[in-house]
T-cell receptor, first 112, second 116 residues
Framework: DAKTTQPPSMDCAEGRAANLPCNHS???????VYWYRQIHSQGPQYIIH???NNETNEMASLIITEDRKSSTLILPHATLRDTAVYYC?????????????FGQGTELSVKP | NAGVTQTPKFQVLKTGQSMTLQCAQD?????MYWYRQDPGMGLRLIYY???????DKGEVPNGYNVSRLNKREFSLRLESAAPSQTSVYFC???????????????FGPGTRLTVL
């Protein structure tokens, strides 16, 4: 299984962009990059996913490097409600089925 | 549309007792999952069911059994609870995405279990 490396914690000022990095240097061609977040005591929440192109939705943007060995999740205007643990997951559906393998994630603190 | 629901929300057991955690989804999803989360850790997959009538082991299946009762419901049973099973248990469901591999998992609110 491809593994991911994320910083354990980050701070961000409210209203500023939060840029969360993730390294996945052993990613293979059919593995997608997924981002989930978990607000304290709640179930994880899907944010975004991508294969090789940059992606954007109403929650965030996902920037994947050309070699696909790293990616960055961008929350364009962070709010206090974005304080959560953010998980970067690489997933091979064909070999792993639907399983998500969670690492330790990055604890993002958005401060006023 | 409640999404994924779990019962109970909290439970305290004594070592050796048994119990069943219930999970139901109303999104007509084929796949369902059980995860556990220990303090300060990410989620770990216990069992999953790719479709009604099938179940498979995940990373940490020992001490647990599951039943895919129908398309909506997926239960997790602890036959003889141990203190090491103290954890928060999350159920999730998903549908196969298009293209394959792009499904989104939706999680329930969790069951907080303490085994004394």
């Amino acid at each position: 299984d491809a593994k991911t490396t994320q910083p354990p914690s980050m701070d961000c000022a409210e209203g500023r962009a939060a840029n969360l990095p993730c390294n996945h240097s052993t990613i293979s061609g059919n593995e997608y990059v997924y981002w989930y977040r978990q607000i304290h005591s709640q179930g994880p929440q899907y944010i975004i996913h991508g294969l090789k192109n940059n992606e954007t939705n109403e929650m965030a943007s996902l920037i994947i490097t050309e070699d696909r060995k790293s990616s960055t999740l961008i929350l364009p205007h962070a709010t206090l409600r974005d304080t959560a643990v953010y998980y970067c997951i690489v997933r091979d559906y064909y070999n792993q089925g639907g399983k998500l393998i969670f690492g330790q994630g990055t604890e993002l603190s958005v401060k006023p | 549309n409640a999404g994924v629901t779990q019962t109970p929300k909290f439970q305290v057991l004594k070592t050796g007792q048994s119990m069943t955690l219930q999970c139901a989804q109303d999104m007509n999803h084929n796949s369902m999952y059980w995860y556990r989360q220990d303090p300060g850790m990410g989620l770990r997959l216990i069992y999953y069911s790719a479709s009604e009538g099938t179940t498979d082991k995940g990373e940490v299946p020992n001490g647990y059994n599951v039943s895919r009762l129908n398309k909506r419901e997926f239960s997790l049973r602890l036959e003889s609870a141990a203190p090491s099973q103290t954890s928060v248990y999350f159920c999730a469901s998903s549908e196969v995405g298009n293209p394959v591999g792009t499904d989104t998992q939706y999680f329930g609110p969790g069951t907080r279990l303490t085994v004394l």
